[in-house]
């Protein structure tokens, strides 16, 4: 951000943005053996390689909305428990409940991240935007986080018709770069997938022990992500 020139730009002082990354890494669990602090880092990298490698700078986001793209990857998975929508959905999680059995995790996320900041002024790094850059900020960090990409950006087309194929041109950016493993070497990548393989095997134990069905690929008695190509693509 700051080699960007965003926090010159946008009056960020380096203080209290240091503190809000702080507060934002310590709402992912350590214990989560794949959405933890290290993912969030991992897709910020992607996403920044991403956003410049295509030269998506140039025509799909000015500071702003490189700042909210930035944003959007480090918050991405703010707060995630360690299980899945489906199952925080079949054992009525608070959060299922909250968000109507829609997409709990993804709502939470970005829901979550900015109630924090709203309840602690002093974390307040974004005290220095307009009112309107404020509210143009939260919409396009809303919108990358959405769970609800519903088709592709056209790729012939250089520059965006409209703010609408803009932000869904930053969403699938921001799903690419989560899924940004499977484009690492080989040996990263396997590690990625025992970290992802563990999460799951862990939410299939809690699933023995409720007695719900247990996921596909999620028992630890049975093959998991690692032997499969079938559900690689899911963190
Ligand atoms: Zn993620």
């Given at each position: 951000?700051?080699?960007?020139?965003?926090?010159?730009?946008?009056?960020?002082?380096?203080?209290?943005?240091?503190?809000?990354?702080?507060?934002?890494?310590a709402?992912?669990?350590?214990?989560?053996?794949?959405?933890?602090?290290?993912?969030?880092?991992?897709?910020?990298?992607?996403l920044?390689?991403?956003?410049?490698?295509?030269?998506?700078?140039?025509?799909?986001?000015?500071?702003?909305?490189?700042?909210?793209?930035?944003?959007?990857?480090?918050?991405?998975?703010?707060?995630?428990?360690?299980?899945?929508?489906?199952?925080?959905?079949a054992?009525?999680?608070?959060?299922?409940?909250?968000?109507?059995?829609?997409?709990?995790?993804?709502?939470?996320?970005?829901?979550?991240?900015?109630?924090?900041?709203?309840?602690?002024?002093?974390?307040?790094?974004?005290?220095?935007?307009?009112?309107a850059?404020?509210?143009?900020?939260?919409?396009?960090?809303?919108?990358?986080?959405?769970?609800?990409?519903?088709?592709?950006?056209?790729?012939?087309?250089?520059?965006?018709r409209?703010?609408a194929?803009?932000?869904?041109?930053?969403?699938?950016a921001?799903?690419?770069?989560?899924?940004?493993?499977?484009?690492?070497?080989?040996?990263?990548?396997?590690?990625?997938?025992?970290?992802?393989?563990?999460?799951?095997?862990?939410?299939?134990?809690?699933?023995?022990?409720?007695?719900?069905?247990?996921?596909?690929?999620?028992?630890?008695s049975?093959?998991?992500?690692?032997?499969?190509?079938?559900?690689?693509?899911?963190?």
């Amino acid at each position: 951000m700051h080699r960007e020139g965003l926090t010159k730009r946008f009056g960020m002082e380096p203080p209290r943005l240091a503190r809000l990354l702080r507060a934002l890494e310590a709402g992912y669990s350590p214990s989560n053996p794949y959405h933890n602090s290290a993912h969030a880092a991992d897709v910020l990298r992607n996403l920044h390689v991403l956003l410049h490698g295509a030269r998506l700078t140039e025509h799909y986001l000015d500071p702003l909305g490189l700042l909210a793209a930035y944003f959007a990857a480090i918050v991405h998975d703010y707060g995630h428990h360690g299980l899945t929508n489906d199952f925080l959905v079949a054992t009525s999680h608070p959060l299922a409940l909250r968000y109507n059995d829609r997409c709990p995790l993804e709502s939470h996320h970005c829901a979550a991240a900015f109630s924090l900041i709203a309840e602690r002024p002093d974390l307040d790094a974004l005290a220095g935007l307009s009112r309107a850059q404020r509210a143009a900020f939260r919409k396009q960090v809303g919108c990358c986080g959405a769970p609800d990409v519903e088709a592709p950006a056209a790729p012939e087309a250089p520059v965006p018709r409209d703010d609408a194929e803009r932000l869904l041109s930053l969403q699938v950016a921001l799903k690419v770069a989560d899924l940004g493993h499977l484009g690492a070497e080989l040996e990263a990548h396997k590690r990625w997938l025992r970290c992802l393989e563990e999460e799951f095997f862990g939410q299939g134990d809690r699933e023995r022990q409720l007695g719900l069905p247990i996921s596909p690929l999620f028992d630890r008695s049975k093959q998991g992500v690692s032997k499969s190509q079938a559900r690689l693509g899911l963190g």
